[in-house]
């Protein structure tokens, strides 16, 4: 790579750091790119450690707010979950981040961009096809997947060129976090039997340990959205960290999973995801007033297929954008609100309105005024069970034929 200018997708923690003195050393000239997903660390000094480390130059971009339009929210119209379980968090900052090296590519006049991603992991995959699905012509780089150090090497190589990294052989988790969500893993949490002590976990309190008293919020949606919390508007960028806030203060938003990685291996996953878990709850639930029993089957086929589509790195891709056409008709009437009851870890509905819901209380009322024609039932039991009955009729009673057989 001697003289080949490359844009590198830049954390500011151990690999990525590592790759900056590893392109600089064999003789390319590296840019570093910052892209705040409201990870929490602080740009400036991000800025300054990649151009202390030997960055030709570093950028420092602010992709919150379209990350929570763009890609949450579409997410979360989806009620997006792999595995029924991980609200996908990681997943959707990459390809945002693979956009902004792309754009990051074209200013500098880079033909190459970089991740740190490793072999084992998604995140490769999810970089590399999402370069190919938008930017054919520029060539992904993928340092950890060369260099063949394990992480204890690339600590000491970071001692050794006076890198300052936040990974210490006393503290050897693997930390990703962006606004809708935190990842953990490595170290002690590879065994699948280890329990995670309370130093794994920053966003959500211990559920014992959280308030004796349990706390109501209201979200409130617009064609899926999020836009209101308690009754408050907000930007979902805006609403996302506040919900996170209250509901990991209740101890709400854990998970640990054995979870299929794309590579085809199992990985043992811890997350932290509050307001994602919180808001996806109460989107479904909205849903269940708002749209129609087939449609609620079909959507959740289409959401499982979604969340893969996500989780493969195929965000950009034909079917992904079929799906959210589809998913986008289905919210024209998800307007409502539902209130949810925290208490020690556990996030409940408690209440739940819409603006147009299919739900009636005169229809489904046990009292003598219901406008529901019982008499009705008897006609429609009849046309129900018929191939039942018409089956019966020409093949006698099964079960008795095949105990006389035995």
Request: hydrophobic share 40%; net charge negative.
């Amino acid at each position: 790579m001697q003289g080949e200018k490359v844009v590198l997708a830049y954390s500011g923690g151990l690999d990525t750091s590592v790759c900056l003195k590893w392109f600089e050393q064999r003789g390319a000239e590296p840019y570093a790119l910052y892209l705040d997903l409201g990870q929490g660390e602080p740009a400036v000094d991000v800025k300054k450690k990649a151009l202390n480390i030997g960055a030709a130059d570093a950028f420092v971009r602010d992709a919150r707010a379209e990350f929570a339009d763009e890609y949450v929210a579409p997410a979360i119209k989806a009620n997006a979950m792999y595995g029924g379980r991980y609200p996908l968090f990681t997943a959707l900052g990459r390809p945002l981040i693979a956009k902004k090296l792309v754009e990051a590519a074209r200013e500098v006049g880079a033909e190459n961009i970089a991740h740190g991603s490793t072999g084992k992991g998604n995140d490769q995959v999810r970089f590399d096809v999402t370069t190919a699905s938008i930017a054919p012509d520029l060539k992904v780089v993928a340092p950890v997947r060369e260099w063949g150090m394990s992480r204890p090497e690339e600590m000491e190589f970071a001692r050794e060129n006076g890198i300052p990294v936040p990974t210490t052989k006393e503290s050897p988790y693997s930390v990703d976090e962006n606004l809708f969500g935190r990842s953990i893993e490595a170290g002690p949490l590879e065994d699948p039997d280890h329990e995670p002590t309370p130093d794994v976990f920053e966003m959500t309190a211990e559920p014992e340990d959280a308030p004796d008293e349990p706390r109501h919020v209201e979200i409130g949606f617009e064609k899926g959205l999020p836009t209101s919390l308690d009754g408050r508007e907000m930007a979902l960028v805006d609403l996302i960290p506040a919900l996170n806030v209250i509901a990991g203060e209740h101890g709400f938003g854990r998970i640990d999973m054995i979870e299929d990685r794309l590579v085809g291996i199992k990985s043992r996953e811890i997350y932290e995801a509050p307001a994602a878990l919180a808001l996806i709850q109460a989107h479904r639930e909205l849903e269940s007033m708002t749209l129609t029993k087939d449609v609620l089957r079909f959507k959740a086929q289409v959401e499982q297929r979604y969340a893969e589509l996500t989780y493969d790195g195929l965000w950009f891709t034909p079917l992904k954008a079929a799906l959210d056409a589809f998913i986008d008709e289905t919210q024209k009437t998800a307007t409502g609100t539902v209130r949810l009851k925290l208490y020690k870890g556990s996030a409940t509905v408690s209440g739940r309105t819409a603006e147009k819901p299919l739900y009636s209380q005169d229809l489904a009322t046990y009292d003598p005024n219901s406008t529901f024609d019982e008499s009705a039932a008897a006609g429609f039991i009849a046309l129900w069970g018929l191939p039942a009955r018409q089956w019966a009729g020409v093949h006698g009673d099964v079960e008795s034929a095949r105990q006389k057989a035995e």
